[in-house]
């Protein structure tokens, strides 16, 4: 089993920056890819960004040029927003795959409004 625990959201001002960590324990070892995931209100749980064990990364259109994603080790994985927008408000969610499981956190409440 793999542990997710996000921290780092908020409420921002449009054109504002937040740092979300997702910290995982348990059996970390193995884990291949890592993302973040956003829902927000009425709508799918969408992709924002993945990244490899060997750090290949992977964004969503919407947030190409604003966000990067980064991983200091399989256990810390990290989400730089920066030149938030409305649009950006969702719940996000850590994710990491291994030997076909994949694992969710309980997710992060990002609001961006003036």
């Known amino acids: 089993q793999v542990q997710l625990v996000e921290s780092g959201g908020g409420l921002v001002q449009p054109g504002g920056s937040l740092r979300l960590s997702c910290a995982a324990s348990?059996?970390?070892?193995?884990?291949?890819?890592m993302g973040w995931y956003r829902q927000a209100p009425g709508k799918e749980r969408e992709l924002v960004a993945t990244?490899?064990?060997?750090?290949?990364t992977n964004y969503v259109d919407s947030v190409k040029g604003r966000f990067t994603i980064n991983r200091d080790n399989v256990a810390k994985l990290y989400l730089q927003m920066n030149s938030l927008k409305p649009e950006d408000t969702a719940v996000y969610y850590c994710?990491?795959?291994?030997?076909?499981?994949?694992?969710w956190g309980q997710g992060t409440q990002v609001t961006v409004s003036s």
């Open positions: 994710n990491a795959a291994k030997s076909g499981s994949t694992y």
């Open positions: 348990g059996n970390i070892f193995s884990i291949n890819t």
């Open positions: 990244i490899t064990r060997g750090g290949s």
